[in-house]
């Protein structure tokens, strides 16, 4: 029992970045958990991405074919379990991802294994330690999994710096990992549908003023759409305003929205929830203004304020007055 | 269609919230609580397939102590059926693989066509128990759906990827999904319904009663807090002082400066 599975990822045709950043982490970790580090792609074509998993630290990479041409979670889940199985690893690492979410909490529950999801830091401690956020991100909680022989962390993507991609001269060996999977799918692949394009690309903007739930009502939308025009802003939001229809999807800030990157990104009444952070935690400068200090977006913001969003509104229109 | 929800009573920290001097949890002076953002949604969308299917029931599961038949009265003023709560001491701070294990149980029992989850609870965020009772239950499942179309046999599903994108599956049923926000508009309940609400069946019982017991709660356990702390906040945001007044002139300052 030793050594650190990586789940790397890919969608259609792409290998994911967070494959790259769980490789960090595992390199980081390697010499304390012992073993080897070995990284498994799940793919019907994963010969495809092979070269640049072999990158510094990795002892090995696993290929599994999947016989389907997308992601499928049962396939997946037996997939993992196999390799779990072949390598008897302390640690599987996965990202905090859609894919990874769809199945590894389940291979996690009916082997009986350690499992966390949204780990942000890891450690070690006589086995593996992880950090995550508590109580809606206010707090932080760090866990251990006494007792486990395999345990599955996901990892929050954006934490980790990604590993440098291997360039087809690295020295790990590279093994096809023959596992029994035909039949084992359970939902059908139907196609996908893209994300329509929008009036506005807020991802060209180079200064975002950002609205969330703070602002209560949809009739309160017209009066900061305003006050973007006349700061020369582009109104952004967080996704409950498009949830409830409000706004456009294509306004939409976040994980399932745009990522966007700003000179100056102005967030009004946005808590700061993990996937709203992922769309724009690497903006140039962050102005969080919130009634709630414990809000976690001034943990990533540069300048903060604990006030009433209306209130400023107030003030800044008064100034162009 | 017999849809079995299992719903979560959430906790919200209030703005002046302190942690226990032991650092075991969070003084109960600064916490309220709410049914689950997602549960309204998955609920909602169970709700709305009873009602195409134009029979079976909703049925809304909570594993919690008392203060949370809250959640579960929530769900049943809302339209569900008849609710389920599951509580022994033991499962004070149970992780997801845990919660999982016992509404294995509840929901096993009841033989649904369809469980739906939330995608995540707002306080926790594990975003992982509907999927491990999938795994527990042995169900097909599809996490983050945004959509549900049903033919009565099976359905076609919108799963919502990274960036937006939408994937659309076909699962047959029985299977479990996990619902995100945005699917419908969830509905309000009525004074009127609130009041039945207590009027309608609710069944409370024990991990034992489902033929759990302690050695096999224990091993369903998939981490163990050793620490809860205050975020270190590091470098931080510089935070501006003063009235309004005040940090709107700051704020202007600075984004002229960044724009420049
Ligand atoms: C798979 C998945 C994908 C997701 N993708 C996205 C995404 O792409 N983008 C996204 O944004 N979210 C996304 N979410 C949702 C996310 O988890 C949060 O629910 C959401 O970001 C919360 O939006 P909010 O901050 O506006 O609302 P809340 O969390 O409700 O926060 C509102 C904030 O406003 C503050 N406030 C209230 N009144 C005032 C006032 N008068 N003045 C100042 N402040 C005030 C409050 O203190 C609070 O902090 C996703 C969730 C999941 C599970
Ligand atoms: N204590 C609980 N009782 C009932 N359902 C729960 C409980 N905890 C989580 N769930 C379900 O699992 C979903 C995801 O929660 P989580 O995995 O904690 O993020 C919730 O939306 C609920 O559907």
């Known amino acids: 029992m030793a050594g650190i599975l990586v789940l790397a990822e890919a969608r259609r045709g792409e290998l994911r970045d967070v494959s790259l950043e769980l490789i960090t982490a595992a390199t980081e970790l390697k010499a304390r958990a012992g073993g080897e580090l070995a990284v498994a792609l799940i793919d019907a074509t994963p010969e495809r991405y ?25 396939v997946s889940a037996r997939a993992v379990e196999g390799l779990i199985e072949r390598l008897r690893p302390t640690l599987v690492l996965a990202a905090h991802s859609i894919d990874a979410l769809g199945f590894v909490p389940a291979v996690a529950a009916t082997g009986g294994r350690g499992f966390l999801s949204d780990v942000t830091a890891l450690g070690w401690d006589d086995g593996p330690v992880a950090i995550r956020g508590a109580y809606g991100d206010k707090l932080v909680a760090e866990y251990d ?22 360039d087809g001269g690295g020295g790990a060996r590279v093994t096809e990992v023959a596992i029994e999977l035909d039949g084992v799918a359970r939902t059908e692949h139907g196609g996908y549908r893209e994300v329509p394009a929008g009036d506005v690309d807020i991802t060209k ?31 952004s939001v967080s996704r409950p305003l498009v949830d409830a229809g409000w706004v456009p999807g294509a306004r939409q800030v976040g994980q399932s929205g745009k990522t966007v990157k700003p000179r100056v990104y102005l967030a009004l009444g946005i808590s700061g929830a993990v996937q709203h952070l992922a769309g724009m935690r690497t903006a140039e400068t962050i102005i969080a203004v919130n009634t709630d200090p414990e809000a976690p977006i001034f943990g990533v913001a540069h300048y903060g304020a604990v006030i009433d969003m209306f209130e400023l509104a107030d003030e800044l229109e008064q100034a162009l007055d | 269609m017999k849809v079995v929800v299992p719903v979560k009573q959430v906790v919200v920290l209030d703005d002046e919230f302190e942690l226990l001097p032991d650092g075991s949890g969070v003084d109960p002076d600064g916490i309220e609580s709410e049914l689950n953002e997602w549960d309204t949604f998955s609920l909602e969308a169970a709700l709305q397939l009873r009602d195409a299917a134009g029979d079976g029931e909703v049925v809304a599961i909570t594993v919690g102590d008392e203060d949370a038949e809250e959640g579960l009265l929530a769900a049943l003023a809302k339209g569900a059926d008849r ?27 009841e033989s649904p066509d369809l469980v739906l989850c939330g995608v995540q609870s707002s306080d926790a965020i594990n975003s992982a128990t ?22 009565g046999s099976a359905l076609t599903v919108e799963r919502e990827l990274e960036g937006g994108l939408v994937e659309l599956v076909r699962v047959s049923l029985p299977a479990l999904l996990t619902i995100q926000t945005g699917i419908n508009e969830p509905r309000y309940a009525t ?6 609400a207590r009027d309608k069946p609710m069944e409370v019982c024990s991990p034992a009663d489902l033929g759990i017991d302690s050695a096999q709660l224990a091993a369903s356990i998939g981490a163990r807090r050793r620490r809860l702390a205050m975020p270190d906040r590091g470098g931080g945001a510089e935070i501006i002082e003063g009235s309004a007044a005040d940090v709107a002139a700051r704020i202007a300052t600075i984004v002229k400066e960044r724009m420049d």
């Open chain 2, 191 to 196: 004074l009127r319904a609130i009041k039945q």
């Open chain 1, 50 to 74: 092979v070269a640049r998993l072999a990158a510094a630290g990795v002892d090995e990479v696993l290929t599994v074919r999947s016989p389907v041409a997308q992601f499928e979670p049962h």
């Open chain 2, 130 to 151: 509907g999927i491990a009772l999938a795994g527990f239950l042995s169900l097909p499942h599809v996490a983050v759906v945004t959509g549900i179309a049903s033919d």
């Open chain 1, 145 to 166: 999994f006494p007792g486990k022989a395999t345990t599955l962390l996901l990892l929050r993507a954006g934490t980790f710096a990604p590993a440098a991609a291997g």
């Open chain 1, 205 to 235: 903007a180079d200064f975002l003023l950002s609205i969330g739930r703070g602002v209560e009502e949809k009739d309160n939308i017209e009066r900061f759409e305003e006050l973007a025009r006349r700061l020369g802003a582009t109104l």
């Open chain 2, 83 to 109: 609710g389920v709560r599951v509580w022994h001491d033991e499962l004070q701070g149970a992780d997801a693989l845990a919660v999982a294990r016992v509404l294995a149980g509840a929901v096993g029992r």
